[in-house]
């Protein structure tokens, strides 16, 4: 059943190190809130630190300090 839920046109698959998944699947397999996923994946794009960065507790936690990760820098394709 949870299959079926996963092929949805409304789900936001993304590609990451080879692996094609929608965000709650890569959400649950690293242990990451959906939502701060999201938020990462509009500031930083999808690269190594949006899924492996430890998540910080408060709020203003993506502010214009941190490093943008190269592929969202270039204009590279975020398929989210």
């Given amino acids: ?5 996963y092929n949805r046109t409304s789900n936001n698959i993304i590609t ?3 692996e094609t998944k929608t965000l709650t699947e890569f ?3 690293y242990n ?10 509009k500031y930083w794009g999808i690269c190594d630190k ?5 998540a910080k507790v408060g709020n203003n936690q993506y502010g ?6 190269e ?3 270039k ?3 975020n398929n989210g």
Avoid: A, D, H, W
């Fill in 64 to 69: 214009k300090s941190n490093v943008i990760c």
């Fill in 1 to 5: 059943m949870k299959e079926q839920c």
């Fill in 32 to 41: 990451i809130n959906i939502n701060t996923l999201k938020k990462r994946i």
């Fill in 50 to 54: 949006t899924f492996l960065y430890p």
């Fill in 16 to 18: 990451y190190n080879g």
């Fill in 75 to 77: 204009g590279g394709n």
């Fill in 71 to 73: 592929e969202k820098r």
């Fill in 27 to 29: 959400s649950k397999q």
